[in-house]
């Protein structure tokens, strides 16, 4: 049974860094198009980031690129998401998804897999 596990979340202080990791296990992760999410209580699941199965590609939220990179390392079957100049509106629940041959990466319902999420705080 394929399962993504995120980890990496916590408390930092605004202008503070994070790195998020997802590892995949039951899923051949090297064909897998990633991608992180996040969401708020009471919002809709918003896209943060992708990297497609062959790590060439990369799709940022166009207010979050230049502070966030996603990458990917296959031999450990893993996806990061390094967060830097974290402000408080980055507080969420970070997700992370995986699915075939993506023909949309930004919306939710075109992924297969998703983690149990990881929560990221940002103080003022």
């Known amino acids: 049974q394929a399962q993504l596990v995120e980890s990496g979340g916590g408390l930092v202080q605004a202008g503070g860094s994070l790195r998020l990791s997802c590892t995949a296990s039951?899923?051949?992760?090297?064909?897998?198009?990633m991608a992180w999410f996040r969401q708020v209580p009471g919002k809709e699941r918003e896209f943060v980031a992708a990297i497609d199965q062959s790590g060439l590609i990369r799709h940022y939220d166009e207010d979050l690129e230049g502070r966030f990179t996603v990458s990917r390392d296959d031999a450990k079957s893993t996806v990061f998401l390094v967060m830097d100049r974290l402000k408080p509106e980055d507080t969420a629940v970070y997700y992370c998804a995986g699915g075939l041959r993506l023909q949309t990466v930004k919306v939710p319902h075109a992924y297969e897999y998703w983690g149990q999420g990881t929560q990221v705080i940002v103080s003022s």
């Open positions: 039951g899923l051949n992760f090297g064909s897998y198009d």
